[in-house]
């Protein structure tokens, strides 16, 4: 179809094909909303898996009447000597403490590297009735602070 002049003008859309495009519109906008809302749900529980808090000594001891078998998270420093390595068993015990309290560890499986007395540890598992901590999993935390080795005796 041309007008007057002689030019182009495009012909108007059919009723139905007008009455599609508000629905398309909506069928994509719900779309994007579920892909949205998944990927924020995704992220969510990401965050809350990795940001799990662990307790220090001190706070295990106020909550120890009422824990019971309870799988906690605690945190702390290897006390001087207290690690005791059975490497025929592949038995470990050692004592968490905060500053303050000291806690006995029992644990059982692989040692990390960085595992020393005065190491930083998140250990997990449950006190017992003896009050020992049976540790399933053993954490040792990386140093913040790098200090590279004396040049005179890395040789």
Request: hydrophobic share 45%.
């Amino acid at each position: 179809m041309r007008d007057a002049a002689g030019i182009a003008v495009p012909r108007a859309l059919p009723r139905a094909a007008r009455a599609g495009r508000p629905r398309r519109a909506l069928v994509f906008a719900a779309g994007t909303a579920v892909v949205v809302l998944s990927l924020a749900y995704l992220v969510y529980g990401g965050i809350q898996q990795g940001a799990t808090y662990w307790v220090t000594v001190s706070e295990l001891e106020q909550r120890a009447p009422g824990i019971g078998p309870e799988r906690v998270r605690l945190g702390g420093t290897v006390a001087a000597g207290t690690v005791r390595w059975d490497a025929s068993h592949r038995h470990l015990r050692f004592a968490v403490t905060d500053g303050r309290r000291t806690l006995p560890v029992v644990y059982s499986g692989v040692v990390p590297d960085i595992f020393a007395e005065g190491r930083q540890v998140v250990v997990e598992g449950a006190l017992d009735r003896h009050g020992t901590f049976d540790a399933t999993t053993l954490l040792a935390k990386c140093p913040t602070r790098y200090n590279p080795a004396d040049p005179t005796t890395a040789q």
